[in-house]
Protein backbone atom coordinates (compact mmCIF):
# COMPACT_ATOMS: atom_id res chain seq x y z
CA UNK A 1 0.00 0.00 0.00
CA UNK A 2 1.17 3.38 -0.50
CA UNK A 3 -0.21 6.57 0.88
CA UNK A 4 0.37 9.92 -0.80
CA UNK A 5 -0.10 13.69 0.74
CA UNK A 6 -2.79 15.64 -0.97
CA UNK A 7 -1.58 18.96 -2.88
CA UNK A 8 -4.07 21.25 -0.88
CA UNK A 9 -4.05 24.54 -3.07
CA UNK A 10 -3.02 27.06 0.06
CA UNK A 11 -2.47 24.41 2.88
CA UNK A 12 -0.33 21.85 2.02
CA UNK A 13 2.57 23.68 1.05
CA UNK A 14 6.52 22.72 1.47
CA UNK A 15 6.49 23.60 5.05
CA UNK A 16 3.20 21.46 6.12
CA UNK A 17 4.67 18.74 3.61
CA UNK A 18 8.06 18.60 5.89
CA UNK A 19 6.03 18.68 9.21
CA UNK A 20 3.21 15.88 8.31
CA UNK A 21 6.23 13.24 6.04
CA UNK A 22 7.98 13.86 9.68
CA UNK A 23 5.77 12.16 11.44
CA UNK A 24 5.43 8.90 9.14
CA UNK A 25 3.45 7.33 6.94
CA UNK A 26 3.63 9.08 3.71
CA UNK A 27 5.37 7.56 0.92
CA UNK A 28 4.89 10.21 -1.76
CA UNK A 29 3.77 13.85 -1.62
CA UNK A 30 2.28 16.00 -4.58
CA UNK A 31 3.20 19.80 -4.67
CA UNK A 32 0.25 22.46 -5.29
CA UNK A 33 -0.72 22.92 -8.56
CA UNK A 34 1.62 25.63 -10.76
CA UNK A 35 -0.55 27.10 -13.54
CA UNK A 36 0.55 26.87 -16.95
CA UNK A 37 -0.77 28.99 -19.80
CA UNK A 38 1.76 30.64 -22.58
CA UNK A 39 4.42 30.85 -20.18
CA UNK A 40 8.30 28.81 -19.55
CA UNK A 41 8.64 29.73 -16.29
CA UNK A 42 12.08 30.02 -15.08
CA UNK A 43 13.78 28.45 -12.68
CA UNK A 44 13.10 30.11 -9.43
CA UNK A 45 9.50 29.96 -9.79
CA UNK A 46 10.35 25.95 -9.66
CA UNK A 47 11.91 26.40 -6.90
CA UNK A 48 9.72 28.86 -5.46
CA UNK A 49 7.14 26.10 -5.91
CA UNK A 50 8.84 23.38 -4.92
CA UNK A 51 11.58 23.57 -2.53
CA UNK A 52 12.27 20.29 -2.55
CA UNK A 53 13.98 20.37 -5.65
CA UNK A 54 17.14 21.24 -4.07
CA UNK A 55 17.06 18.62 -1.94
CA UNK A 56 16.82 15.39 -4.59
CA UNK A 57 12.66 16.02 -4.43
CA UNK A 58 12.30 15.11 -1.38
CA UNK A 59 11.07 16.22 1.94
CA UNK A 60 13.61 16.51 4.86
CA UNK A 61 11.84 12.85 5.93
CA UNK A 62 13.30 11.48 2.48
CA UNK A 63 9.42 11.40 1.09
CA UNK A 64 9.74 11.88 -2.84
CA UNK A 65 7.77 14.80 -4.29
CA UNK A 66 5.79 14.81 -7.08
CA UNK A 67 5.64 18.70 -9.00
CA UNK A 68 1.96 18.95 -9.97
CA UNK A 69 1.27 21.49 -13.22
CA UNK A 70 -2.38 22.52 -14.23
CA UNK A 71 -3.70 23.83 -17.77
CA UNK A 72 -4.20 23.13 -21.17
CA UNK A 73 -1.73 23.97 -23.54
CA UNK A 74 -0.43 20.77 -24.24
CA UNK A 75 3.53 22.49 -25.68
CA UNK A 76 3.39 24.69 -23.00
CA UNK A 77 2.72 21.61 -20.48
CA UNK A 78 5.39 19.97 -21.90
CA UNK A 79 8.11 22.34 -21.81
CA UNK A 80 7.16 23.40 -17.89
CA UNK A 81 7.70 19.53 -17.19
CA UNK A 82 10.77 19.06 -18.56
CA UNK A 83 12.16 22.28 -16.86
CA UNK A 84 10.90 20.97 -13.53
CA UNK A 85 12.79 17.42 -14.54
CA UNK A 86 15.94 18.82 -15.52
CA UNK A 87 15.64 20.89 -12.36
CA UNK A 88 15.81 17.40 -10.47
CA UNK A 89 11.55 16.96 -10.26
CA UNK A 90 11.22 13.34 -8.92
CA UNK A 91 7.61 12.93 -11.14
CA UNK A 92 5.22 15.26 -12.56
CA UNK A 93 1.45 14.94 -12.08
CA UNK A 94 -1.37 16.50 -13.78
CA UNK A 95 -4.29 18.30 -12.27
CA UNK A 96 -7.27 17.66 -13.96
CA UNK A 97 -9.95 17.58 -10.66
CA UNK A 98 -9.66 21.32 -9.32
CA UNK A 99 -12.99 21.99 -9.03
CA UNK A 100 -12.01 26.40 -8.85
CA UNK A 101 -14.44 28.35 -10.81
CA UNK A 102 -11.24 30.94 -11.72
CA UNK A 103 -9.16 28.10 -12.86
CA UNK A 104 -12.20 26.21 -14.66
CA UNK A 105 -13.38 29.92 -16.53
CA UNK A 106 -9.00 29.54 -17.53
CA UNK A 107 -9.54 25.95 -19.04
CA UNK A 108 -7.97 24.12 -16.72
CA UNK A 109 -8.29 21.66 -14.10
CA UNK A 110 -12.09 19.94 -13.78
CA UNK A 111 -13.45 21.51 -16.73
CA UNK A 112 -11.29 19.09 -19.42
CA UNK A 113 -13.04 16.24 -17.89
CA UNK A 114 -16.03 17.43 -20.34
CA UNK A 115 -13.55 16.46 -23.06
CA UNK A 116 -11.95 12.80 -22.66
CA UNK A 117 -10.36 13.47 -25.90
CA UNK A 118 -8.39 16.37 -24.50
CA UNK A 119 -7.58 14.43 -21.25
CA UNK A 120 -5.87 12.24 -23.67
CA UNK A 121 -3.78 14.94 -25.72
CA UNK A 122 -2.40 16.18 -22.79
CA UNK A 123 -1.33 13.54 -20.85
CA UNK A 124 0.05 11.74 -23.75
CA UNK A 125 2.06 15.04 -24.73
CA UNK A 126 3.12 14.95 -21.82
CA UNK A 127 4.14 11.91 -21.66
CA UNK A 128 6.08 11.36 -25.03
CA UNK A 129 7.82 15.04 -23.39
CA UNK A 130 9.43 13.41 -20.74
CA UNK A 131 12.06 10.54 -20.28
CA UNK A 132 11.24 7.36 -19.49
CA UNK A 133 12.66 6.78 -15.93
CA UNK A 134 10.24 9.59 -14.83
CA UNK A 135 6.75 8.60 -14.08
CA UNK A 136 3.39 10.60 -15.06
CA UNK A 137 0.38 10.82 -12.99
CA UNK A 138 -3.11 12.14 -13.23
CA UNK A 139 -5.45 13.26 -10.80
CA UNK A 140 -9.12 13.56 -12.03
CA UNK A 141 -12.71 13.78 -10.60
CA UNK A 142 -15.64 11.60 -11.86
CA UNK A 143 -16.38 14.30 -13.93
CA UNK A 144 -17.68 17.91 -14.43
CA UNK A 145 -21.49 18.45 -13.99
CA UNK A 146 -22.23 14.67 -13.65
CA UNK A 147 -20.17 10.96 -13.74
CA UNK A 148 -21.46 10.44 -17.49
CA UNK A 149 -17.46 10.68 -18.34
CA UNK A 150 -15.83 8.96 -15.40
CA UNK A 151 -14.65 5.86 -16.84
CA UNK A 152 -14.04 7.58 -20.24
CA UNK A 153 -12.01 10.04 -18.77
CA UNK A 154 -9.90 7.44 -16.78
CA UNK A 155 -9.33 5.45 -19.88
CA UNK A 156 -8.05 8.05 -21.86
CA UNK A 157 -5.73 9.02 -18.63
CA UNK A 158 -4.81 5.44 -19.12
CA UNK A 159 -4.07 4.68 -22.69
CA UNK A 160 -2.39 9.03 -23.09
CA UNK A 161 0.51 7.18 -20.87
CA UNK A 162 -0.23 8.40 -17.06
CA UNK A 163 1.55 5.64 -14.77
CA UNK A 164 -0.82 6.46 -11.64
CA UNK A 165 -4.45 7.13 -11.75
CA UNK A 166 -5.39 9.45 -8.70
CA UNK A 167 -9.45 9.66 -8.35
CA UNK A 168 -11.28 12.17 -6.23
CA UNK A 169 -14.41 10.07 -5.83
CA UNK A 170 -16.55 13.25 -6.75
CA UNK A 171 -17.35 15.74 -9.91
CA UNK A 172 -16.55 19.41 -9.76
CA UNK A 173 -20.35 20.21 -9.33
CA UNK A 174 -19.98 18.18 -6.03
CA UNK A 175 -17.26 20.24 -4.74
CA UNK A 176 -16.05 18.47 -1.35
CA UNK A 177 -20.07 17.98 -0.35
CA UNK A 178 -19.81 14.61 1.41
CA UNK A 179 -20.32 11.58 0.71
CA UNK A 180 -17.39 10.60 -1.77
CA UNK A 181 -18.82 8.44 -4.02
CA UNK A 182 -16.09 5.25 -3.71
CA UNK A 183 -17.93 2.90 -5.46
CA UNK A 184 -17.13 4.96 -8.60
CA UNK A 185 -13.61 4.20 -8.28
CA UNK A 186 -14.18 0.68 -7.79
CA UNK A 187 -15.65 0.96 -11.70
CA UNK A 188 -12.79 3.02 -13.17
CA UNK A 189 -10.46 0.33 -11.27
CA UNK A 190 -12.13 -2.21 -13.24
CA UNK A 191 -11.48 -0.71 -16.42
CA UNK A 192 -7.88 0.84 -16.32
CA UNK A 193 -4.88 -1.10 -16.36
CA UNK A 194 -2.88 1.35 -14.16
CA UNK A 195 -2.66 1.77 -10.33
CA UNK A 196 -5.62 3.31 -8.88
CA UNK A 197 -5.08 6.30 -5.76
CA UNK A 198 -8.69 6.97 -4.35
CA UNK A 199 -8.87 9.97 -2.57
CA UNK A 200 -11.41 11.79 -0.94
CA UNK A 201 -13.58 11.53 2.78
CA UNK A 202 -10.95 9.72 4.42
CA UNK A 203 -10.79 10.99 8.04
CA UNK A 204 -9.58 8.20 10.17
CA UNK A 205 -8.46 4.82 10.18
CA UNK A 206 -12.16 3.57 9.57
CA UNK A 207 -12.82 5.35 7.05
CA UNK A 208 -9.92 3.98 5.40
CA UNK A 209 -10.37 0.35 6.07
CA UNK A 210 -14.09 1.29 4.64
CA UNK A 211 -12.57 2.84 1.18
CA UNK A 212 -10.01 -0.15 0.71
CA UNK A 213 -13.76 -2.53 0.97
CA UNK A 214 -15.71 -0.38 -1.58
CA UNK A 215 -13.32 0.28 -3.86
CA UNK A 216 -10.52 -2.39 -3.61
CA UNK A 217 -7.74 0.26 -3.95
CA UNK A 218 -5.43 -0.14 -1.21
CA UNK A 219 -3.48 2.78 -2.04
CA UNK A 220 -4.77 6.30 -0.83
CA UNK A 221 -4.68 10.18 -1.21
CA UNK A 222 -5.09 12.14 1.57
CA UNK A 223 -6.06 15.40 2.09
CA UNK A 224 -7.68 17.38 4.66
CA UNK A 225 -7.71 14.01 6.73
CA UNK A 226 -4.02 14.16 7.38
CA UNK A 227 -4.42 17.91 7.75
CA UNK A 228 -6.95 17.35 11.01
CA UNK A 229 -5.47 14.30 12.36
CA UNK A 230 -1.55 14.69 11.20
CA UNK A 231 -0.58 11.41 12.32
CA UNK A 232 -3.37 9.63 10.39
CA UNK A 233 -1.44 7.77 7.67
CA UNK A 234 0.93 6.40 10.34
CA UNK A 235 -1.89 5.44 11.96
CA UNK A 236 -3.29 3.77 8.91
CA UNK A 237 0.02 2.18 7.97
CA UNK A 238 0.01 0.85 11.80
CA UNK A 239 -2.99 -1.09 11.56
CA UNK A 240 -2.46 -2.69 8.56
CA UNK A 241 0.95 -3.61 9.51
CA UNK A 242 -1.00 -5.04 13.16
CA UNK A 243 1.75 -2.72 14.72
CA UNK A 244 1.39 -0.58 18.26
CA UNK A 245 1.49 2.78 17.97
CA UNK A 246 -0.56 5.43 19.95
CA UNK A 247 -2.15 8.38 18.13
CA UNK A 248 -0.60 11.63 18.69
CA UNK A 249 -1.18 13.50 22.02
CA UNK A 250 -2.32 17.57 22.07
CA UNK A 251 1.04 18.25 23.47
CA UNK A 252 2.44 16.49 20.62
CA UNK A 253 0.55 18.30 18.31
CA UNK A 254 1.15 21.75 20.14
CA UNK A 255 4.51 20.83 19.64
CA UNK A 256 4.49 21.01 15.51
CA UNK A 257 1.97 23.84 15.40
CA UNK A 258 4.71 25.77 17.33
CA UNK A 259 7.39 24.48 15.06
CA UNK A 260 5.49 24.94 11.94
CA UNK A 261 4.95 28.96 13.27
CA UNK A 262 8.79 29.20 13.68
CA UNK A 263 9.27 27.80 10.16
CA UNK A 264 6.78 29.91 8.24
CA UNK A 265 7.99 33.17 10.20
CA UNK A 266 11.80 32.08 9.06
CA UNK A 267 10.01 32.18 5.46
CA UNK A 268 8.23 35.90 6.00
CA UNK A 269 9.25 37.44 8.78
CA UNK A 270 6.38 40.32 8.82
CA UNK A 271 4.32 37.98 11.28
CA UNK A 272 1.00 38.14 8.81
CA UNK A 273 1.88 34.97 7.51
CA UNK A 274 2.87 32.72 10.33
CA UNK A 275 0.15 34.26 12.17
CA UNK A 276 -2.82 33.73 9.37
CA UNK A 277 -1.04 29.82 8.58
CA UNK A 278 -1.20 29.12 12.78
CA UNK A 279 -5.26 30.06 12.83
CA UNK A 280 -5.99 28.05 9.48
CA UNK A 281 -4.29 24.72 10.54
CA UNK A 282 -5.97 25.40 14.17
CA UNK A 283 -9.57 25.44 12.06
CA UNK A 284 -8.91 22.22 10.86
CA UNK A 285 -7.18 20.58 13.64
CA UNK A 286 -10.17 21.13 15.48
CA UNK A 287 -12.28 18.23 13.65
CA UNK A 288 -9.56 16.30 15.70
CA UNK A 289 -8.65 18.06 19.24
CA UNK A 290 -11.14 20.11 20.74
CA UNK A 291 -7.98 22.24 22.69
CA UNK A 292 -7.22 23.18 18.95
CA UNK A 293 -10.56 24.99 18.84
CA UNK A 294 -10.07 26.70 22.36
CA UNK A 295 -6.57 27.54 21.09
CA UNK A 296 -8.08 29.30 18.20
CA UNK A 297 -10.36 31.38 20.26
CA UNK A 298 -7.59 33.01 22.71
CA UNK A 299 -6.00 33.92 19.50
CA UNK A 300 -8.28 34.44 16.75
CA UNK A 301 -8.19 38.24 16.94
CA UNK A 302 -4.70 38.92 18.05
CA UNK A 303 -2.64 39.85 15.13
CA UNK A 304 0.50 40.21 17.43
CA UNK A 305 2.99 37.05 15.92
CA UNK A 306 4.73 37.93 19.36
CA UNK A 307 2.28 37.15 21.30
CA UNK A 308 0.47 34.30 19.33
CA UNK A 309 3.92 32.29 19.13
CA UNK A 310 4.38 32.91 22.94
CA UNK A 311 0.24 31.24 23.45
CA UNK A 312 0.96 28.81 21.10
CA UNK A 313 4.12 27.77 22.84
CA UNK A 314 2.81 28.01 26.42
CA UNK A 315 3.00 24.94 28.57
CA UNK A 316 4.75 22.81 25.60
CA UNK A 317 7.53 20.77 27.17
CA UNK A 318 11.05 20.16 26.24
CA UNK A 319 11.35 23.37 24.16
CA UNK A 320 13.44 26.57 24.70
CA UNK A 321 13.48 29.98 24.25
CA UNK A 322 16.58 29.52 21.45
CA UNK A 323 13.57 28.69 18.78
CA UNK A 324 11.78 31.90 19.41
CA UNK A 325 12.04 34.22 16.03
CA UNK A 326 13.67 37.20 17.21
CA UNK A 327 12.41 39.34 14.04
CA UNK A 328 10.39 42.88 15.23
CA UNK A 329 6.82 42.94 13.57
Known sequence: MKIYLAPMEGVVDSILRDLLTAIGGFDYCVTEFLRITNTLYPNHVFFRHCPELHQQSKTKAGTPVWFQLLGSDISCISDNAMRAVKLGAFGIDLN???PA??????DGGATLLKDPHRVYDIVHGVRKTLPTHIDLTAKIRLGFEDKTLALENAIAADEGGAAVLIVHARTKKEGYKPPAHWEWIRKIKDVVNIPVVANGDIWTVQDY???????GCSDVMI???AVSM????LQIKSTVENSDIS???WEQIRKILSKMF????QHDDRGKYPVSRTKQWLKMLSRTYSEAQQLFENIKIIRDAHLVYDIIRENVINETSDNKPQEKV
Open 223 to 225: GRG
Open 209 to 215: LRCLEVT
Open 101 to 106: KTVNRH
Open 96 to 98: FGC
Open 247 to 249: PYS
Open 230 to 233: PDLA
Open 262 to 265: YNCW
